[in-house]
Structure formats: C-alpha cells, structure tokens
C-alpha cells in the first residue's frame, strides 16, 4: 500500500518549500511567474536559493540538498569550485567588461579546439540558443539553402526556428510517427518560419532518409543533439547517427550537432564517443562554468565571416572574460580523470538502481550515456525508449511529478522532467546518498 502519493508530497512539498512559494509570489508583483525562465518551475514554483557549495546548494527555505539538477547540466564543476572561483576572482579584480577584447576567449576556443577533432574555428556568443542561430546561419549562408531540418523531442534554445514539436505532450505530437509535422511549442511563431523547418524521426533512419530526400534541395542543415534534454532523455543510437552523417554528407546538407548537454558525456564530446565529425558543433552550458556562454565550432571552411561578405557575428556580451575565464578553469578541472570518475559514478546509479527496480517489478527505469541520465516511471510496458513518442505514451506523469516532489522533500534536487546531472565534486557517499533516496521513495510509492 503506497504511503507516498501526489497529494502527500505535493503537500509535504508546500509546506518544505514554503519560503520559496513566497518569494514567487511576491516576485510576480514584477515579472510574470516570479522568475525569468519558465523551465525553472518545479510543480508549483521554483525553489529560490541561497547558496551552493560542492555538490550541495543551501535553499532560501533553509534547507541542504544535494544538488542533481546542477542547472539543468551545466555545473559541471559543481558550486563555487575553488579553482573556478579564483579564476574568476582574478578577473574582477582586473575589470571585465570592455570594448576590446582579452586572452580568455582564445584559450577556451583553443581547448574546444584540442578537445573536439571536428572542430577548427570557434565563435562565441551568451547563449546556446544564441549560438544555434549562428550555427543556422552559417549553415544558410553555406549552403544558398533556407529550410533547417529538427528532430521532433529535440531543443536547441528559444529561436522561432527551434520552438517547434519540442516538448513531449501529447496533443503536440500530430502526424505519423515517421512523418511528424511541425508544431509550435510557444504562441508567437510565424507561419513563415513553421514553413521552413522539417521535422525528423528519432532512431529511424530510413523515414528520416526518405524525408530529407524529398526537401535535399531546399534544406540547409539538420540540427541535432545526440541525447536530449529538454524534450526528455532519448539516446540516439551510434548506428543511426552515422548514418545521418553519411546522409547529410551525400545531400549537401551541413550536419550541426548541439553538445550544449553531450559534452558533458566524455572528454571529447559525445561525438567523441560516437566517432562521428559534424560539419559545425554548438557548446554551451558547462564550457562557461556557470556564466553565461555559447560558441559554435566547426571545420574552418565554414567560418567566412562578414569580413569575406559572408556571416555577421557580434553581440556586446560576446566571448565575455567572466564566462571564458570560468569555462576555462572547468575544462582544466573536467580532466580525463575527472570524466572517469563521473562517468563511473553515473553508470553506478544506472546499474544499480536500475536493477534493483527491474529485480523488484517497480517500471522505474534509468539509462543514458555519460554524466546526464533520465529516469522514468512509465506504465510497465517498456524498459528502454528509443523516441520521445515511446517516452509520452508510456511515461506516467503524476508518478512523475510525485517522485521529483519526493526526492527533494528527502533532500535529493533532480530535474523535475526525468533527468539527472552529476558534478565533479560528488562523492561516492553522494551517489550512494541518491540511490538509496531514490529506493525508499519507490518503496514508498509502489
Ligand atoms: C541542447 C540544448 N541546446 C540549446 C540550449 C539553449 O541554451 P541556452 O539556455 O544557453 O540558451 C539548451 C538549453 O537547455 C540545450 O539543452
């Protein structure tokens, strides 16, 4: 007989939470919702912090929790990492905001550079979302070709061109699974901008063939991460990435890959792990250690800029020293050795619980590649997704919603959409820490 449901941990939840309800409150007064990011929302508002620390963060409610959201992927390095933050100490101190440029932005492009083989030239800007209109750009301006091809669950920031069959509900899933029809995620997308984007089939390859064969002329790039995030946790499989590679190549199409999560899943990037080399790369996320920051990288041929007539690149905030300082000092702290450890601190969990949840009939799965995994409650049918669509149909949300709650009334901060993100400074007592939460709370729920 379950002692925890919805009702109990969203109420438990309030109750725990209930400086952070507050503060939402009061924050709408000037902006809607409370807060400037929507994503941030955790049932009925966000918990506001006061502090973090290693892998834990200090809530403004009073509370400790140790932290696997670490903003949705990117605190890599974890909270106030001493070497990240005398990097950044020694730059206030010196000033950080010109009209010129500084060192920063060469090293960090330098050790994208050395890190990712396929790619050459770097530009920056604030924002993954940012980068990925670069990235489209250079891609249109490349090619003479308009249309971006998406795949359907995949997200690539807030660009109108990307705002479309994101989110895994179920009313916004409309056409054949392997003839999906984009849709928009938000209101405001012009019709325009739908016209021009494709949308794509995750794992399969020859409906995903056959529609980029029928717009091959018109399409400039396919966008894609290889496991994604925000439309929910799906792997797309190796085989299957390599075969677009091959496609793209074939069409004329420029393959971008979004690592703004992937690079966390090893040293060279989850291309690096899939041995795929993508015409342009968007990072963001972890490479700013928790300042703001995107770039796209790729092959040199790509980056004519405005200079050569072609790509106009700028923006105020730019390479920003703050953020180029901070990512550089991560990429020292993220190592071999320190990818290593994650990736063996993450497999642990995936292993461990999920065999103990398959051993005990519980349909909780957890699976993904690298440091960033998802986790699921679905109705028993399946133990693997290979599409958001499999993920929507099956995964059951108010068991979703009451596992998120659960863990952070127990001291655990997961993302609330099914997704987890490890950081360096985690201990092995930390990971036992989140299993063993994670074990009482489905115990209690099945
Ligand atoms: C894969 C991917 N691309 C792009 C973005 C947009 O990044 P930003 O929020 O920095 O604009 C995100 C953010 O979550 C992301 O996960």
């Not at 949705?72 to 440029?101: E, M, T, W």
């Not at 995620?185 to 064969?213: K, M, W, Y």
């Amino acid at each position: 007989m379950a002692t925890v449901t919805l009702e109990t941990a969203a109420e438990q939840f309030a109750a725990r939470f209930a400086a952070s309800g507050e503060l939402s409150r009061s924050g709408a007064r000037y902006i809607p919702g409370g807060y400037s990011r929507h994503s941030l929302t955790f049932g009925p508002h966000a918990i506001y912090v006061e502090r973090g620390e290693g892998a834990y963060m200090h809530t403004a409610d009073g509370h400790r929790l140790l932290d696997f959201h670490n903003n949705f992927s990117c605190n890599i390095a974890g909270h106030d990492h001493p070497h990240v933050r005398k990097s950044l100490l020694d730059l206030v101190q010196r000033g950080y905001s010109f009209g010129n440029p500084m060192r920063h932005e060469h090293r960090l492009a330098e050790m994208l550079c050395e890190r990712v083989a396929s790619v050459e030239r770097v530009i920056f800007s604030c924002s993954a979302s940012e980068s990925c209109l670069s990235a489209i750009r250079i891609a249109r301006a490349n090619t003479g070709k308009d249309k971006v091809a998406k795949f359907e669950g995949g997200y690539h920031g807030l660009g109108d061109d990307f705002m479309l069959s994101l989110h895994p509900f179920r009313e916004l899933f409309p056409g054949p699974a392997n003839n999906p029809i984009a849709v928009p995620n938000t209101a405001g997308i012009p019709r325009h901008v739908r016209e021009n984007v494709v949308v794509l089939p995750q794992n399969d390859l020859e409906s995903c063939a056959r529609i980029l064969q029928a717009h091959a002329a018109e399409i400039a790039c396919v966008i894609m991460e290889l496991q994604t995030g925000a439309g929910g946790v799906i792997t797309l499989e190796r085989d299957f990435v390599q075969g677009i590679r091959e496609l793209t190549r074939k069409l004329g199409i420029v393959m971008i890959i979004d690592e703004t999560i992937t690079l966390r899943a090893g040293y060279h990037g989850m291309q690096g792990l899939y041995d795929v080399q993508p015409d342009l790369t968007v990072f963001g996320k972890m490479i700013g250690g928790g300042v703001p920051i995107g770039a796209v990288g790729g092959r040199a041929e790509y980056f004519r800029m405005a200079e050569e007539g072609m790509v106009y690149h700028s923006g105020t905030h730019h390479g920003h020293p703050l953020a180029t300082a901070a990512g550089i000092a991560t990429l020292e702290v993220m190592d071999q050795a320190a990818y290593a450890k994650l990736n063996t601190q993450a497999d642990r969990i995936r292993k461990e619980l999920g065999a103990w949840a398959a051993a005990k009939g519980y349909p909780f799965i957890v699976y993904g590649v690298g440091s960033h995994l998802g986790y699921e409650i679905t109705d028993g049918s399946a133990r693997t997704y290979r599409s958001c669509r499999d993920m929507i149909r099956r995964s059951v949300e108010p068991k979703m919603q009451t596992f998120a709650f659960e863990m952070a009334n127990r001291g655990v901060f997961p993302m609330y959409r099914g997704q987890i993100a490890l950081s360096q400074p985690m201990t092995d007592g930390d990971i036992e820490t989140f299993i063993g939460t994670a074990q009482s709370v489905l115990g209690d729920m099945f």
